[in-house]
């Protein structure tokens, strides 16, 4: 049966492809009940995909392509247990409000990890334009998801930044912390507000005017 | 074409090779950050416990160092197997003043709910704090965000007020309140805090004459 298709083991590592950021979804949403945590979270993950770009592009040369994807899977989550154990040394604030949704994190290494895997070898300055683009995505997202959040639900903006970030930067209070939207600030709130965004984004796409594109 | 080296059939040395370097790398990558990190995290975690306990405990109420004064005993008949408990005692003046219990709820609706019980000399609550929990998101709030006072119903709270009957969720005939029609939860939390009440009146005297752990 030797046919032309992908071996069975390419096709569980593509197969889900269209899964994985959906549980990039998951920290997304789970962790940012406030902005500094949105921006704890972006960082983490900036800092995360870059290391994995690093070594997967070092080691690309020594691996063989019959366990590349076995090795990568190997390196992607010993650099996030190790980001894990960094954060829960150097950042406690944050490695606690990340909780348990610091570990799915490595998500993010491993899309990387899977484009590369797919691209024939692509330049560093690509790849890092790639990582580049995808963080900006996620920064983005979590900052709009992160800061509305803690508006409509503290009431606030920052308040627990000098804990998270350790910055001084003034936290900005709109209302008092009981007159909050709890909801807000709960998973349900996550899924609300995200669902708002998206809706958003769609409005502004339709009513946009538009250059000369191929898409409807 | 598909190469036919690609398959499982047999992987060729290289391959093995590469796989044992990168699974020893990733080992050694992993407990050398392990060795780097430990004593960081212990440190963290301690000054975690130290400022959830000075938050229980008025600092005006003792003047030992509560954090050093601290031993661990096994009360299976109070608290269930496999939940040793560790007491950190409260002195002023040298008498014992009160203590501080860390313990595990065991029944829980996701599993143990650990719990930390400030208990004054004479067995009266003096403040319940939740230090970790994996209820359903969201039924935590009644006790995890700033502005919910349930677990506040427990001050001054002893085994005899209410009694045996009345340390139940209202639904079961108690006079705590349930919250948002969750009732496993809040039912934890209440057996788990009567049985640590029992638990400091049956050990009081052990707890206050065992000479404390070496740190």
């Known amino acids: 049966m030797n046919t032309p298709s992908t071996p069975s083991l390419d096709i569980t590592w593509r197969q889900p492809a269209f899964l ?11 962790a940012t009940t406030s902005l500094a945590i949105g921006i704890g979270l972006a960082a983490v993950l900036c800092i995360t ?16 392509d019959s366990t590349r994807s076995f090795a990568w899977l190997m390196i992607c989550s010993s650099i996030t247990a190790i ?14 409000a990340l909780d348990l949704f610091l570990p799915l994190t490595v998500i993010a290494p491993l899309l990387i990890a899977r484009t590369e895997m797919q691209a024939e070898q692509t330049s560093a300055a690509t790849l890092a334009m790639r990582a580049v683009k995808m963080n900006a995505g996620f920064l983005l997202a979590a900052i709009v998801v992160g800061s509305a959040r803690e508006l409509i639900g503290d009431g606030a903006l920052f308040s627990d930044a000098a804990a998270i970030l350790g910055t001084s930067a ?12 709890l ?34 | 074409m598909a190469k036919p080296d690609t398959s499982f059939s047999r ?21 050398c950050t392990w060795r780097f990190t430990a004593s960081r995290i212990e440190h963290n975690e301690h000054a975690w416990l130290a400022a959830q306990i000075n938050m229980l405990v008025p600092a005006a109420s003792h003047d030992n160092d ?47 709910i650990e719990l930390l019980v400030a208990v004054t000399y004479d067995g009266e609550v003096s403040g319940v704090n939740i230090l970790a929990h994996h209820e359903t998101p969201g039924i935590g709030n009644a006790f ?8 506040d119903s427990f001050r001054g709270r002893s085994l005899h007020n209410p009694d045996t009957a009345g340390w139940n969720v209202r639904k079961d005939g108690g006079m705590f309140e349930q919250f948002t029609s969750a009732t496993i939860t809040p039912r934890a939390i209440i057996k788990g805090v009567q049985h640590v009440l029992d638990f400091y009146q049956h050990y009081r005297e052990r707890i206050f004459t065992t000479a404390s752990m070496q740190p």
């Open chain 2, 144 to 151: 995890e965000f700033p502005g919910s006072h349930w677990l």
């Open chain 1, 170 to 181: 003034p936290s900005i209070v709109l209302f008092p912390k009981n007159m909050g939207f």
């Open chain 2, 11 to 31: 992987p060729s040395s290289s391959a093995v090779v590469a796989s044992v370097a990168v699974v020893t790398l990733a080992c050694l990558a992993l407990y």
């Open chain 2, 66 to 112: 509560l954090l050093d004064d601290r031993i661990t005993l096994d009360a299976p008949e109070y608290l269930g197997d496999n939940n040793s408990a560790t007491v950190y005692r409260l002195r002023r003046n040298g008498l014992p003043a009160g203590a501080v219990i860390h313990c595990l709820a065991p029944d829980g609706y996701g599993g143990p």
């Open chain 1, 183 to 216: 909801l807000a600030v709960l998973a349900p709130g996550a899924f609300i507000g995200l669902g708002l965004g998206v809706a958003l984004y769609n409005w502004l796409w339709i009513h946009m005017p538009r250059k000369k594109t191929g898409h409807a």
């Open chain 1, 49 to 64: 995909t870059i290391i994995t770009m690093l070594v997967t592009q070092t080691t690309r040369a020594f691996i063989p």
């Open chain 1, 20 to 30: 994985l950021p959906l549980f990039c979804l998951c920290p997304l949403l789970a």
């Open chain 1, 83 to 96: 980001i894990e154990l960094s954060l829960h040394a150097w950042n406690y604030h944050l490695f606690r």
